[in-house]
């Protein structure tokens, strides 16, 4: 039998916290205001808030006669940067328990697929020194990127792809992970922590577990036949 494949989300399972904090987005607007010498009103300012690449933006975006698809990759470009310096401050680490990554690593193919930017993900893999993962990927920044995050599966299977095995398992920490991974082909394992201890989820995942450590006995027992 193959070495099962076993994937996981990075923000709020591997790296503590639920995810970027929104006042990274707010600065990276900034940032790219400035670089493209922009002078902008604070209605224009307030369609191009936020994180998505949505009505408003676009509406921002066409009211200071600038593509919107370049400004957002401007944006997204500097999003990733700020998330990376708030890193090297030590604002998040990973989980105490993601020591169990090692021990997963030697029965598994492991990969990290993250809605967070590759950049940051890499980063994260990089800084703590995550070796037990054979595959990294977070999302590129711009709006392929945007509509390719999950529940949509694009990541999800090109991280299945790359490393092959058999049992493919996705280790998430919210709905849309879970929707992701049945998208894909594979089993859904939901994390549950305090972010989101009562979070209740309309697709039912194959198990769920309270810590990483959870993972080596689960895997042997409750998921062997998956």
Do not use: Q, W
């Not at 990075?10 to 790219?32: K, R, S, Y």
């Amino acid at each position: 039998m193959g070495r099962r494949l076993l994937l996981f989300d990075m923000d709020g399972v591997v790296l503590e916290g639920h995810g970027t904090d929104p006042a990274v987005h707010d600065h990276a607007l900034e940032d790219a205001i400035a670089e493209a010498d922009l002078a902008v009103d604070s209605e224009t300012r307030s369609l191009l808030a936020g994180y998505e690449y949505d009505t408003d933006f676009v509406r921002g975006c066409k009211r200071l006669g600038i593509d919107p698809v370049e400004f957002y990759r401007r944006r997204e470009r500097h999003s990733a940067s700020r998330a990376i310096e708030r890193l090297k401050s030590g604002h998040r680490t990973p989980y105490p328990d993601s020591d169990a990554l090692d021990e997963l690593a030697d029965d598994c193919n492991l990969g990290l697929v993250s809605n967070n930017y590759n950049a940051v993900t890499t980063f994260v893999v990089d800084h703590y020194g995550l070796d037990a993962f054979d595959y990294v990927c977070g999302r590129e920044p711009g709006v392929s990127g945007f509509y390719r995050r999950k529940p949509d599966p694009h990541y999800l299977l090109t991280g299945r792809d790359a490393l092959g095995g058999v049992g493919g398992i996705y280790v998430g920490d919210r709905a849309t992970d879970v929707l992701a991974a049945t998208r894909a082909g594979l089993d859904a394992v939901f994390v549950r922590r305090a972010h989101n201890s009562h979070v209740s989820l309309p697709h039912e995942p194959v198990a769920e577990i309270e810590s990483l450590t959870e993972l080596p006995t689960l895997l042997r027992e409750s998921l062997d036949g998956l």
